[in-house]
Each structure stands twice: as structure tokens, then as C-alpha cells.
């Protein structure tokens, strides 16, 4: 990572990201991919783009601030838009709809918009929406994803400096607001805005014609679209698949021209087909979540057996088919502040013994799973024989409807996360106020309940070296007594036919290139 300040500016005019105390931009070393982009040609416009998404059901939403499933994320950024931007290196750029930002201090930052930009209705952005927008996510009744990472914020003091520029005051140093401005669902809505089924008013390249929670969505090209040129298609549709053999099924007959989590073990039947896969090297992740607070994960011994079950290798052969690579317990794997832990090895006698001390020597637990993302179920299976090993009896449910009422308020689950930095992974899932605290971390009492104040610490600290120095502490209290068991980091692979072009390998959180950049960057050759 670059030695620069993360209080300088990002220079909307030379486009530059400024990487100093970017927790989380990217490793400089390999490729972010196994597998080359297609040969692009020249951009041309037309088609009907019809993408089949993992997942998804009759509690999809859409919503410019929030999201639950895979199609939830495909349908929200067809529409809307974020004031910064990570490149498929997962560095910030300043792409987005924010000319630049600056940190005035460590507790002041200065958005400005770049001019002239439109709402899908013609309504043109101004400092007013952003106003609203950072009010809408703030508000904790509204339950958005990004609420978490507005705790440092002081969006009642929030200022409008003129049509194109606001003043943002923080109530305590943070260093990673930038990289929230970002995050793919803290984007800007017009004022007023409110979620599907009202009106889909946004600056994103399509504009929602029609939706049917559960089966597919339609959105049609943005006329008024800020960037020049783009997007290419006339219409994207945007389909929810629940079953992954329909899914490539779909592909392989023309039905789908794309498709989200290609099954590894059909990377070889596609390409055989004609078809392709995009492999992206990422920091997305699979984890096993154990409730810290429900019994038998309220006894550390239970959790620390769990992990020492799996057999991380033998997980990535038999899930991934070899693509990702091996995980510690730890997220975040392209941070600066990642922390190299002794890695955790399978060890069946040591869990019989912590078993034993527990007093669960015969534990029998259940374990839900969905087709949510690509591997979700495998990962489930492939636990559930290897905990024989060590007499565990693990009862597997695979739920559609898993993202339901009881999601979050599970003793024992499969989720998925894609790339983030170690500190906006905190706020997203770790912290009693984060949307998406599957684990239930951090204790209330005890070992590992100054997590909280650790991390204030950690965002405060603009000193790299010190905050890095916070964010092993932090990774510590998790690798002995947290609740996650990530076993490997898996590569993010989609299918797509010959005729789709623009496609790029992207170390970034989302399916397919950040799905074609919001399905405006790619296009039928």
C-alpha cells in the first residue's frame, strides 16, 4: 500500500485513487484472474441482456440503499449510483458521481458532485439529494445496509456549501469513509426517494419497467445517463434462479446470455460449449456462523472444535474444485492489516477433546444452508462429513427461503460475503449494530468485549503502523474465541455466452465485473 495520507483529495480531474490508508486495496501481486477478459472489439448498442441470478426469492427487494440476496445487489445498481468508485483492482477511484472528496482533518470531509449529472427523470443531482441520502441511511428505523458505517458521522450537522458541495463533520476520526462512500449500497437517491414499490427514480444507467419479487425484473435504458456513450443494451432482465442446474442449463440453451456463481465443476462444461467463465481472484468468502450467544456455541470450546474439524484443503478441492485458496478464520485477506495467525489445520482428536470437556461429546447440531451463492450448499455437505470424524452429527437443512424471518437468529448457518477491507467488514457484519452480525460478536462480557473499543480506536487512528497494530488485537480476539469458521477464499466465477463482450476479471465484491459496472460497460458483439 502506497505511503500516502488518506486525508488527501481525490482528484476528480486526473481520475487518480489515492491508495495511502485504504485498508483494503487490493494485493499488488497476481492477476486478479485466471482467465483473460474476452476480446472486446467495438462497443455496440442493442439487445435485451437477460442475466440469471443465484438465489433470490419472494422477499426480494428493491431498494437504492439496501440489499438482502444476489438479485437484491444485480437489480440496485442497474439504478443507482455511489460517490466514489473501486476499480477491479479494488482501489478508489474517483468514477463515481463525486468529483472529488477531501478530508479537511480528521474529522471533516468536503464532498463535491461532479455538474450536470441527471436523475433518471431529468431531475438534476444536487447537493439536496445528498443531503437526503445520508439522512435516509442514517436513520436507524429505516434499517438500510450502510447504517453501520454512519456511526462516526454527524449527518444532523451536515451542511450544504452550494448546489454541488457539502460539508460532511464527523463525530469521531474515520479513516474509512471514503472507502464507504464506495460501498455499492451507499449510493445517492433524489430526495424524497423511498423503496420499490414506489417509483425507481436514479443516475444509474437503467430504469426499472417492471419487477415480480422472486421471478425477474425488467429495466429498460436510461435516457438521460450522465456518461457518454453508455450503456449499450436497450433492456436487461434480470432473473432469479434458486436451483444452479436450472441455472446452467439456462446458459448452455440460450435462454440466459449470463449467469452469477457458475458451479466450478461446470467451468470445463461451458467452456467445452463455447461458452465462458469469468474467474475473478477475490476476497469473497463462504463462512460457517456460529451464534456466540446460543447454545452449544455459548461455550468457546464447542466453537474452537468446529473449526479444528474442517479440513481446509479437502474443503477447496471438493467445493471449489481447486479455485480459491486457503482460509484462516479471518476476513479481509487483501488488507494491509490482514494478520498472519498460525493457520489452522484440521486436528479430529484435539475437537473430540474440547467436545468432551464441553460435554458434547455426541453434539448433534443443525445447519442451514441455501442456494444463495455458488457453493453455499457444498460447503454445508462437505462440513457435515467431515464433523462424522470427530462424532458430530450435523442435521442440514437447505432452505429457499433461509433469507426469511429466521436469517440472523440461527445458532449454526452458511452465509456469503464478497471483498472488503477489514475495518468496513466490521461495521458491515461484525459489531451489535452491524445489518448483517450473523456470529452475534462481540461478547457482552468478558475475553473479547473490548472489540467495540478497539475498533473506535482502530478508525480514529490515521497512523497506519498504530492502526494496524488495533486491527491484529481485533483479528486476535476473533481467530481464538470469535465465531466464524472460513475455511477458504473463493474465486468468483460466472458463466456467459460468446455474444457478451466488455467482461473484465475484478477483485471486487460483485458477480461479473461488478455486473458489467451496473450493466453499462458491456455489451452483444
Known amino acids: 500500500m502506497a505511503d500516502i495520507s488518506r486525508r488527501q483529495l481525490f482528484a476528480g480531474a486526473a481520475g487518480l485513487a489515492v491508495a495511502g490508508g485504504l485498508a483494503a486495496c487490493g494485493s499488488g501481486g497476481s492477476s486478479p484472474s485466471t482467465s483473460p477478459a474476452q476480446p472486446a472489439g467495438q462497443p455496440k448498442r442493442g439487445g ?205 440453451g440460450s435462454q440466459i446470455d449470463a449467469m452469477t456463481d457458475l458451479p466450478a465443476s461446470q467451468v470445463a462444461v461451458l467452456k467445452g460449449r463455447g461458452l465462458h467463465a469469468l474467474e475473478s481472484k477475490t476476497g469473497g468468502w463462504l463462512p460457517l456462523c456460529m451464534a456466540i450467544d446460543i447454545p452449544p456455541f455459548d461455550d468457546v470450546r464447542v466453537r474452537q472444535a468446529m473449526r479444528l474439524i474442517v479440513d481446509r484443503p479437502q474443503m477447496i478441492t471438493q467445493v471449489l474444485s481447486g479455485f480459491g485458496f486457503v482460509g484462516n478464520d479471518l476476513y479481509a485477506p487483501f488488507d494491509s492489516g490482514y494478520d498472519t495467525l498460525p493457520q489452522r489445520h484440521q486436528d479430529i482428536s484435539q475437537a473430540k477433546s474440547l467436545l468432551k470437556a464441553a460435554g458434547h461429546q455426541n453434539l448433534s447440531v443443525d445447519l442451514h444452508t441455501t442456494n444463495g451463492a455458488s457453493g453455499m450448499v457444498e460447503l454445508a455437505t462437505v462440513f457435515k462429513n467431515q464433523a462424522q470424524a470427530a462424532g458430530v452429527t450435523i442435521n442440514l437443512h437447505n432452505d429457499p427461503n433461509y433469507y426469511g424471518n ?52 482502530a478508525l480514529a487512528t490515521t497512523d497506519d503502523a498504530k492502526r494496524i497494530e488495533i486491527e491484529h488485537e481485533m483479528q486476535k480476539l476473533e481467530y481464538d474465541i470469535g465465531g466464524y469458521i472460513i475455511p477458504f477464499f473463493g474465486d468468483l466465477i460466472d458463466g456467459y455466452s460468446d455474444q457478451v463482450k466488455g467482461l473484465k476479471p475484478s477483485k471486487g465484491t460483485l458477480n461479473l465485473d461488478s455486473f458489467g459496472h451496473g450493466f453499462r460497460t458491456i455489451w452483444f458483439g
Open 48 to 252: 435485451n441482456f437477460r442475466l440469471g441470478v443465484t438465489g433470490g426469492g419472494s422477499k426480494d427487494i428493491m431498494d437504492g440503499q439496501n440489499i438482502i440476496t444476489k438479485p437484491d445487489q444485480a437489480r440496485l445498481v442497474t439504478a443507482f449510483e455511489t460517490l466514489l468508485l473501486f476499480d477491479d483492482n479494488y482501489k478508489l477511484t474517483t468514477n463515481g458521481l463525486a468529483e472529488s472528496v477531501t478530508a479537511d482533518n480528521s474529522k471533516q470531509y468536503t464532498i463535491k458532485l461532479k455538474p450536470g449529472i441527471e436523475f433518471s427523470n431529468g431531475k438534476t443531482l444536487t447537493a439536496d439529494d445528498v443531503l437526503y441520502s445520508f439522512q435516509r441511511i442514517g436513520t436507524k428505523g429505516n434499517g438500510l445496509t450502510g447504517y453501520a458505517a454512519t456511526a462516526t458521522m454527524d449527518i444532523a450537522g451536515m451542511k450544504k456549501l452550494d448546489k454541488y458541495t457539502v460539508r460532511l463533520p464527523l463525530k469521531t476520526p474515520d479513516a474509512t469513509v471514503p472507502q464507504t462512500l464506495a460501498s455499492y449500497t451507499f449510493n445517492m437517491v433524489p430526495a424524497g426517494y423511498k423503496a420499490y414499490p414506489a417509483k425507481q427514480v436514479g443516475t444509474g444507467a437503467y430504469i426499472l419497467k417492471s419487477f415480480t419479487p422472486g421471478q425477474q425484473s425488467v429495466h429498460v435504458r436510461n435516457p438521460n445517463y450522465w456518461r457518454s456513450g453508455e450503456p449499450y443494451f436497450e433492456q436487461v432482465t434480470i432473473i432469479d434462479f434458486n436451483d444452479a442446474t436450472a441455472q446452467v442449463n439456462g446458459l448452455l
Open 406 to 457: 429466521q436469517y440472523l437468529k440461527l445458532a449454526f448457518s452458511v452465509d456469503f460475503w464478497g471483498t472488503r477491507s477489514y475495518l468496513n467488514q466490521v461495521q458491515q457484519g461484525s459489531l451489535p449494530n452491524s445489518p448483517y452480525n450473523e456470529t452475534h460478536w462481540p461478547p457482552k462480557s468478558g475475553t473479547g468485549s473490548n472489540f467495540i473499543a478497539l475498533y473506535n480506536q
